[in-house]
């Protein structure tokens, strides 16, 4: 369980206008089967940040100027009172419920809803988006939630939901719906040409909403008011994952060949599914290491996944960096901007605005460390060579 002030204080700093996602290893959730991971929890409120905000001055009949964005701006979401929607997927308290504040102990500067029979509700703390998503000029504010029996232990480890709320001409809140899927934590949401934009990861692929460790890339989702509820009209409807700790098998995954100097094969290429973290075919043994970062190199919302993976064959063992993107039902590799044919060694690497800094060192010599700049489709220039996926 992390630090509570540590989780509100980073939640707080996250809520800008753009949001890169941190690394990976900062992402997923406890549980790395090899006893060397070490186990971090991704926390829902660090996870969630917010775009820009819009304040739109409604005419209402008979002249009246009535500012509903600002007068949702000034709500103050641990003492209002509101009337929730239903919401099936899990569970969380319905119809007029007062909001109070979360204990100062646990829960500071959250509004929660105590329902001891049932599901307890949370708003976190910490930037809006406002917006029309209905159609009636009227903006709605969406709200990044969470549902659990016990909302001090699960701080931060099921995942949010977004809600969306709007002010009746009386001055009353009313909940809309829920928008996006439970257990998946939100990086960004925004309200853009009256749809809601998400991107979304995921730390968890059960419905009961435990904590699995995953190696999922975030992905765009959005959403569309239909009338009596959010449903989504593109993007991924379940998560891309490498390497899960609990479920059986990871999403397919498509690696290519590595080659040595003379052209020939040092490692296979694999079309293969870890179960965890290995997978053995075509004489072969790859292993997804604990180095993994996300980046979104082409700025869709999409990200892709930056990761070391080891391949053992009779030769030897070497460990390369691919650069995985999302296809339709698979991870694909782009690139192999570090493709080792078992002479070199990889000591650290990182990357940042578009930049791949890694330090390698041959089987004699002193460290080497070079910097690979992303040129639109690959990163330059290359170390090693392989053979890319057809």
């Given at each position: 369980?992390?630090?509570?002030?540590?989780?509100?204080?980073?939640?707080?700093?996250?809520?800008?206008?753009?949001?890169?996602?941190?690394?990976?290893?900062?992402?997923?959730?406890?549980?790395?089967?090899?006893?060397?991971?070490?186990?971090?929890?991704?926390?829902?409120?660090?996870?969630?940040?917010?775009?820009?905000?819009?304040?739109?001055?409604?005419?209402?009949?008979?002249?009246?100027?009535?500012?509903?964005?600002?007068?949702?701006?000034?709500?103050?979401?641990?003492?209002?009172?509101?009337?929730?929607?239903?919401?099936?997927?899990?569970?969380?308290?319905?119809?007029?419920?007062?909001?109070?504040?979360?204990?100062?102990?646990?829960?500071?500067?959250?509004?929660?809803?105590?329902?001891?029979?049932?599901?307890s509700l949370a708003i976190?703390?910490?930037?809006?988006?406002?917006?029309?998503?209905?159609?009636?000029?009227?903006?709605?504010?969406?709200?990044?939630?969470?549902?659990?029996?016990?909302?001090?232990?699960?701080?931060?480890?099921?995942?949010?939901?977004?809600?969306?709320?709007?002010?009746?001409?009386?001055?009353?809140?009313?909940?809309?719906?829920?928008?996006?899927?439970?257990?998946?934590?939100?990086?960004?949401?925004?309200?853009?040409?009256?749809?809601?934009?998400?991107?979304?990861?995921?730390?968890?692929?059960?419905?009961?909403?435990?904590?699995?460790?995953?190696?999922?890339?975030?992905?765009?989702?959005?959403?569309?008011?239909?009338?009596?509820?959010?449903?989504?009209?593109?993007?991924?409807?379940?998560?891309?994952?490498?390497?899960?700790?609990?479920?059986?098998?990871?999403?397919?995954?498509?690696?290519?060949?590595?080659?040595?100097?003379?052209?020939?094969?040092?490692?296979?290429?694999?079309?293969?599914?870890?179960?965890?973290?290995?997978?053995?075919?075509?004489?072969?043994?790859?292993?997804?290491?604990?180095?993994?970062?996300?980046?979104?190199?082409?700025?869709d919302g999409n990200n892709?996944?930056?990761?070391?993976?080891?391949?053992?064959?009779?030769?030897?063992?070497?460990n390369s960096v691919y650069?995985?993107?999302?296809?339709?039902?698979?991870?694909?590799?782009?690139?192999?901007?570090?493709?080792?044919?078992?002479?070199?060694?990889?000591?650290?690497?990182?990357?940042?605005?578009?930049?791949?800094?890694?330090?390698?060192?041959?089987?004699?010599?002193?460290?080497?460390?070079?910097?690979?700049?992303?040129?639109?489709?690959?990163?330059?220039?290359?170390?090693?060579?392989?053979?890319?996926?057809?």
């Amino acid at each position: 369980m992390p630090d509570i002030d540590q989780v509100l204080d980073n939640y707080r700093s996250g809520a800008a206008h753009q949001f890169t996602p941190p690394p990976v290893d900062d992402l997923v959730a406890a549980g790395r089967r090899r006893a060397r991971r070490k186990a971090t929890v991704w926390s829902a409120a660090a996870a969630t940040a917010v775009a820009l905000s819009v304040a739109v001055v409604v005419i209402r009949p008979g002249g009246t100027d009535v500012p509903p964005a600002e007068n949702l701006e000034g709500v103050d979401w641990t003492h209002a009172t509101i009337t929730l929607p239903s919401s099936g997927d899990q569970a969380c308290p319905i119809g007029k419920q007062r909001l109070e504040p979360g204990d100062a102990a646990e829960l500071p500067g959250i509004g929660k809803v105590d329902n001891p029979s049932g599901k307890s509700l949370a708003i976190l703390p910490g930037g809006r988006n406002y917006g029309d998503l209905t159609g009636d000029g009227v903006p709605e504010v969406v709200l990044p939630v969470w549902c659990s029996r016990v909302l001090e232990q699960t701080f931060g480890e099921s995942g949010a939901q977004l809600l969306v709320v709007s002010r009746t001409q009386e001055g009353a809140l009313v909940g809309l719906g829920y928008a996006g899927p439970v257990g998946a934590h939100y990086l960004s949401f925004r309200i853009q040409n009256g749809k809601l934009v998400t991107q979304v990861a995921y730390q968890t692929l059960a419905t009961d909403a435990t904590v699995y460790s995953v190696y999922a890339p975030a992905h765009t989702r959005t959403y569309s008011w239909s009338g009596d509820h959010f449903a989504q009209i593109s993007g991924r409807t379940t998560p891309l994952v490498l390497a899960p700790d609990k479920e059986p098998r990871g999403s397919l995954t498509r690696l290519p060949a590595l080659l040595k100097q003379d052209g020939s094969n040092w490692c296979p290429a694999a079309d293969i599914r870890f179960t965890p973290d290995s997978a053995t075919t075509g004489g072969a043994t790859y292993l997804v290491t604990d180095n993994v970062q996300q980046t979104d190199l082409d700025h869709d919302g999409n990200n892709e996944l930056l990761v070391e993976i080891a391949c053992r064959t009779k030769e030897g063992t070497a460990n390369s960096v691919y650069l995985l993107s999302q296809g339709a039902n698979a991870l694909t590799t782009q690139d192999v901007p570090f493709a080792n044919d078992g002479s070199l060694t990889i000591e650290n690497w990182s990357v940042s605005d578009a930049k791949l800094t890694i330090t390698f060192q041959q089987a004699s010599g002193k460290p080497k460390t070079t910097v690979l700049t992303w040129a639109g489709s690959r990163f330059e220039p290359r170390i090693g060579a392989f053979r890319p996926v057809g």
